[in-house]
């Protein structure tokens, strides 16, 4: 029987509480006993990469209390009963199948009387389909020539997400042979967005995917409208260049105005939405079909370590429970998320979105407030360009701001060059090595200004290549990473109640129906 | 007679202190008080913008106290003491005279031996000479052929800066008739960076600036030898394709492997840079220097506000002090930046530099520990886009994040289309002026998960258009923000020791000299 409990009533808190400051850093992780952290405190994850947590602040008594932690708050349990689709988003009465679009982990889930694993299923391979029609040729636009550019248009989880993977995939694409259309994003109400897109392209080789769950989102339709008016102008019939990714039930189910519509359900939130076909349309037209199934096979590779109670083989639940302890235990307000990687580059920002809408919350999932901290600040930018903007404050900074790095061992687009006796891909590896033990160990100076005290605790993921595999595999990691925060902070991962009322204020604004500062505002900005 | 001191020695800032949590934001903000707020919480900024502080948590008597600070930290005798020439960045022992690239406020500066305005003036009109030989076809590639593209290469301040400064201007130039050159631009040595940028153009066509003041950063010359790899193998002249932007006294100043060199020199910190040749190279080819010379006189008029001692008419001065109010008597730790324009799109990752690397220090400008906090964490993304993402935490979270809007009455691109009775742009400034009141207000609901309990403060930069001018004045305004809150913190705000020990372990890991953890590291990541 799973109960959910709010942290602060865990006996196991109390105990984690009670090793606050235990460990170290500088100490440690210097000399042959650092090394042995190393090689011990590494979990292995999909693809044979591994989540190193050497440089985090804890050690074999802490990492004990965190597994009792996991137990007691039955964090596998909840798991299991996620993936088997309870309704764990309690807020919306909500089953929570977004790991259903990439694997079948354990009983059958049939919702609305349909088998969910088969619904999502469906729609890849009609996705896949139409990808491989588009790629030979046999879908083109009124003149018969081939379509070379998809633009996605949706906004948060139907924009962030699926840029993030499309970039990471851009060079790996190009370099295996499997690069098929360049695929542009238009988010922003901002028109500047849109134009700035359009000028960018042929149009009449262009094909369009709007992402709506509901059908009603303000930005996607006004962006719609934009684009349909551009089509028009170019002498184009619209319903020949856009598709649809929705809802069975949106308005945008059925209609002619798309030459395809494909389909998620409100059981995958936006922002866990990579894996379904708000991400797999744009990808599979961009790099095909193989390549997006790959992404998901590596995803559910993850999704089934997930399921490990024991937490030093479990690396998504252990990142969770150690970001627990820095938060809730020591304290730190923010985390960064640093990839030695440019094709990464958006990664941070899909990170952000996804952490800070999951647990940016302050009542737990009945609805009371919660006496505790819970999701921190999440920010971050590609490394070693990081190093070179606001490293400077990770590392003398008044707060400790604890780290997530990436790394891997090669480049993905195999061009590379040697200056000064190493690789620019050694270069970068040597760097983010570098930047983990200036951080945990730091280095004394007599002078104060360029002291570095250490004790700024990190962790890093490595894996060989960034591969479609392995980029499912970090995306399921930090979903199931959050998924389990959420568990522990007893809140609903889930929903997002917070975006609401600036909707309706705005809706409010438009209609001139507003008096007091937020007239006088509105006034200001000429509305 | 300046004197420098700690923040916790002033007496204002105990009084400052003892100010905490006086203003209840939906209270104040609610009903005409809240409309009155509006109206004279507005500090007039460059070009007709405003700064407007009405949903900060201040009040006259916390206006008073921080006048009182400012006048007790002598700021404005500080400011004069900067462009006059004295050695601010006492680390380095240095002059600090970015200001002096866009304007002569206060005496002749004279240092070795040169007037530095002239010298950069000087500079300004070689790079603008420059440009328009390039734009009227009298400087072309080896075939007599126009240049078509200008790719920087450079990391950290000779990256972000210019790079946001581009993407600012693109869609204004594009409409304004003054689009000359597309600009890219390289700075990871993740090699997939110029891989990338390269397969993306026409390299025969391509002019590089390659930008390091030093002459001697690693990333940028690995991207330069990576560069120069390709051009060779396009079977062309590498010296006719490449600039340098760097000191006098640099191995690439009198090279001949560049068909021109441009300077600066240390008394312009890279985060610091955009307004010199740094920006003004890239800037002047990619719109003509006509519109780098718009940008400079923005920013010189934002400089001048910022020496009026009257704090209510001192944007850049009332913005450093509302914030220290907030870091420091409210115990913020983050604060976000969210400009309502996707042409501002990279401005909040140069804000995060120039903020986080100025400010993220423990240590005053003599070397001793201080004993309160300094630099916050920056972060943001353009609105709309992050409502749909980490504005749930914004609103609901655990943790209150001061924010910084920004937003501008019209677009740049002029194009717009009309559905459900608004304008794009109309919806951007209704969201941006929505979301203020949403946070300051909050809004009761009977169900706890869809409460919002308000009291959560922003400010707001509001302009015309995002023009040049525009943009110089925003840049200086947050580039004095921080340097006045460095004053305050008693910081030097203009080295950056932190970044130092990253890259002695680089060398070292390259070297093949470690042991313990970091060969332990190095030899996980294949080094």
Chains 1, 2 share one sequence.
């Not at 590779?301 to 990142?319: H, K, Q, T």
């Not at 090669?410 to 570098?434: F, P």
């Not at 945990?440 to 004790?455: I, L, R, S, T, W």
Request: include cysteine; hydrophobic fraction near 40%.
């Amino acid at each position: 029987m799973i109960s959910w409990k709010n942290l602060d009533t865990l006996s196991s808190f109390s105990k984690l509480n009670a090793l606050k400051n235990r460990v170290n850093l500088p100490e440690v992780m210097a000399g042959e006993n650092g090394a042995g952290r190393v090689a011990r405190y590494a979990a292995p994850m999909a693809q044979g990469m591994q989540y190193n947590y050497a440089a985090k602040q804890v050690d074999d008594e802490i990492l004990s209390a965190l597994a009792e932690l996991a137990k007691e708050a039955q964090l596998i349990e909840k798991y299991r009963a996620l993936y088997n689709g309870e309704v764990i988003n309690t807020g919306e009465k909500r089953l929570v199948l977004h790991q259903l679009c990439r694997g079948q982990q354990g009983d059958a889930v049939v919702a609305d009387g349909v088998d969910k694993r088969a619904f999502y299923v469906s729609q890849q391979e009609k996705a896949a389909e139409f990808a491989n029609r588009v790629h030979r040729g046999e879908i083109t636009n009124a003149k018969g020539e081939p379509f070379t550019t998809v633009v996605q248009i949706g906004i948060g989880g139907s924009d962030l997400g699926p840029r993030a993977m499309y970039l990471a995939l851009e060079n790996w694409a190009r370099q295996n042979g499997c690069f098929k259309m360049e695929a542009k994003f238009i988010s922003n109400v901002d028109p500047d967005d849109a134009a700035s897109v359009l000028k960018g392209i042929d149009v009449s080789r262009a094909l369009f995917v709007l992402v709506s769950k509901s059908g009603t989102t303000l930005e996607t339709l006004t962006n719609e409208s934009f684009v349909k008016n551009a089509l028009k102008n170019a002498g184009l019939d619209a319903s020949k260049h856009m598709l649809a990714v929705t809802s069975e039930t949106s308005p945008l189910a059925k209609s002619s105005d798309y030459l395809a519509a494909f389909f998620m359900d409100d059981y995958i939130g936006g922002r866990y939405s990579s894996s379904s076909c708000v991400g797999g349309v744009v990808l599979s037209l961009a790099f095909g079909p193989e390549v997006f199934a790959r992404f998901l096979n590596g995803a559910a590779e993850e999704d089934a370590l997930a399921g490990n109670p024991d937490i030093r083989r479990n690396p998504d639940l252990l990142d969770a429970l150690i970001g627990v302890y820095e938060r809730n235990v020591q304290g730190y307000p923010a985390t960064a998320v640093l990839p030695y990687s440019q094709a990464l580059s958006r990664f941070p920002a899909h990170l952000q979105q996804l952490d800070m809408e999951s647990n940016g919350k302050s009542v737990n999932r009945f609805g009371e407030p919660v006496n505790y901290v819970t999701g921190p600040v999440i920010f971050g930018e590609p490394g070693t360009n990081g190093q070179h903007s606001f490293y400077q404050l990770l590392h003398q900074g008044t707060d400790i701001v604890p780290l997530q790095f990436v790394g891997f061992r090669r480049n993905q687009a195999g061009m590379d060059v040697e200056i000064q006796g190493s690789t620019s891909q050694q270069k970068l590896c040597a760097n983010v090595a570098a930047q983990i033990m200036a951080f945990a160990c730091g280095k004394y100076d007599e002078n104060p200004n360029k002291n570095f005290e250490g004790g700024r605790p990190s962790s890093i993921i490595i894996g060989d290549e960034l591969t479609p595999e392995a980029l499912g595999a970090l995306l399921a990691h930090f979903e199931n990473k959050v998924m389990f925060q959420g568990f522990i902070w007893n809140v609903n991962s889930f929903d997002q109640e917070g975006v609401q009322l600036g909707k309706v204020l705005a809706k409010r604004v438009l209609a001139h129906e507003t008096d007091g500062a937020l007239k006088a505002y509105s006034d200001l900005l000429d509305i």
